[in-house]
């Protein structure tokens, strides 16, 4: 069954220090994103992405954010300059939404871990 | 996006039906159901939806109240591997701006 991937698993970074997170959604999808959840806390949405461009992000997704999709197959967030605050587990996600009774089953990959110190 | 709300926590012994509530007395019309688990810290994962009519597929089935203002999730055999939280969320579908809004959801723990 097709999977949405991420890379990397975990990280660890110094404050201050710029960081990529990594997706590969599933091919013939549509639209991505990315939640993030701070450990104990909720899953919080930070961004939604369709062609070519931001559909909608929420407070959480400041400046220092930025997503990308450089080739056809990777969708990637950055983290211009990291702070203790932004340590949580990232989860990137895909859907299809070519049927309106399907548009909120979202695909979520396996997360990556972002430690800042 | 209506506000649910579901009990904090849920203990079912293995093999027997799982019955997560919810409550959206809030919901739009227009406005789907679904259900989504997370396993330890894994990424969330689809359960099932549903609009106004009871849903069933491979992994759960899904009864909607007629006023819409609850619901249920079942799992009918639970095992250990569903212990997790499951999160009861609203969906008006926009194609493509569907931001979950999840909540603090029902941790279920499957007792052997």
């Known amino acids: 069954e097709p999977e949405v991937t991420q890379t990397p698993s975990h990280q660890v970074t110094q404050m201050g220090q710029e960081v990529i997170l990594r997706c590969v959604p599933i091919s013939n999808h549509l639209y991505f994103y990315w939640y993030r959840q701070i450990l104990g806390q909720k899953v919080e949405f930070l961004v939604s992405?369709?062609?070519?461009?931001?559909?909608?992000k929420s407070e959480i997704f400041d400046d220092q954010f930025s997503v990308e999709r450089p080739d056809g197959s990777n969708f990637t967030l950055k983290i211009r300059s990291t702070k203790l605050e932004d340590s949580a587990m990232y989860f990137c996600?895909?859907?299809?939404?070519?049927?309106?009774?399907?548009?909120?089953?979202?695909?979520f990959g396996e997360g990556s871990r972002l430690t800042v110190l | 996006d209506a506000k649910t709300t579901q009990p904090p926590s849920m203990d079912c012994a293995e093999g027997r039906a799982a019955n997560l509530p919810c409550n959206h007395s809030t919901i739009s019309g227009n406005e789907y159901v679904y259900w989504y688990r997370q396993i330890h810290s894994q990424g969330p994962q689809y359960i099932i939806h549903?609009?106004?009519n009871n849903e069933t597929n491979e992994m759960a089935s899904l009864i909607i109240t007629e006023d819409r203002k609850s619901s249920t999730l079942i799992l009918p055999h639970a095992t250990l591997r569903d212990t997790a939280v499951y999160y009861c969320i609203g969906v008006i579908s926009n194609f493509g701006n569907e931001k979950l809004t999840f909540g603090t959801g029902t941790r279920l723990t499957i007792i052997p």
């Open positions: 992405f369709y062609n070519n461009e931001i559909s909608e």
């Open positions: 549903g609009l106004k």
């Open positions: 996600a895909s859907s299809r939404t070519d049927r309106v009774d399907r548009t909120g089953e979202l695909f």
